[in-house]
């Protein structure tokens, strides 16, 4: 909440609106298996460089993953590979925001803010391992 009023200087309502209502729906049907990619309004908070991670990570299609380093090189940053991730790590908006899709430059599960099982959960999901 600290982050969202810092960007845009507001203070935060919890009330049941339309986009969290749409947001609610979709994850319902991506759990589902009947949605694939998210369709709602986003409005990132974080620096520049953050919001280009993030839109990059929505360009990763389900049942797809890739490196930390590959995406690094999609967004010419071959030498920032630690500075992307650490921008996926600051990702507030995973599984609508897929950085669940990023693994390891070997294949391994690497850090996953909702832990790693529910990484594994993810891919699973996409992958119709479950």
Known sequence: MARIQRYFHSGIAQDRTPVLIAAAAQLDEYFSRKRRQ???PLLFAGTDFQRRVWQELMNINYGSNISYMALAERLGMVTGVRAVANAVGANAMSVIVPC??????DGS??????????KRFLLDLESDVI
């Open 100 to 105: 669940h899709r990023i693994l390891g430059a």
């Open 38 to 40: 998210f369709d709602l």
């Open 109 to 118: 599960l690497t850090g996953y803010a909702g832990g790693l099982a529910a």
